[in-house]
């Protein structure tokens, strides 16, 4: 079981659709998605290490793999290429 990480921040409109689509995926698939806000100590250290300047950030295996609102079938294909369902 993997785990999607997607970096958000409360002032970013667009993240609530994200985080909605990948936990409705997570429900389906059975794999865990963490929500870290840029804006904590955690989000900072993320968003310096991963070099991210935008949110959402979706993080698959300590890389980021999407920025911006995710469609389910772009999800679906990140989550088979990076392993974390079955393809």
């Not at 002032?11 to 909605?20: D, E, V, Y």
């Not at 870290?36 to 935008?54: C, F, P, Q």
């Not at 950030?57 to 990076?82: C, Y």
Request: charged share 20%; proline share 3%.
């Amino acid at each position: 079981m993997g785990e999607v990480v997607v970096a958000t921040s409360p002032w970013c409109h667009t993240c609530p659709a994200t985080i909605r689509q990948w936990k409705d995926l997570a429900n389906q698939y059975g794999f865990t998605v963490r929500e870290v806000d840029v804006g904590t100590l955690e989000g900072r250290e993320l968003a310096v290490k991963l070099y991210i300047r935008s949110v959402p950030s979706t993080i698959i295996n300590n890389q980021v793999v999407h920025v911006g609102v995710i469609d389910r079938q772009t999800a679906l294909d990140l989550l088979k290429k990076h392993g974390i369902i079955a393809s």
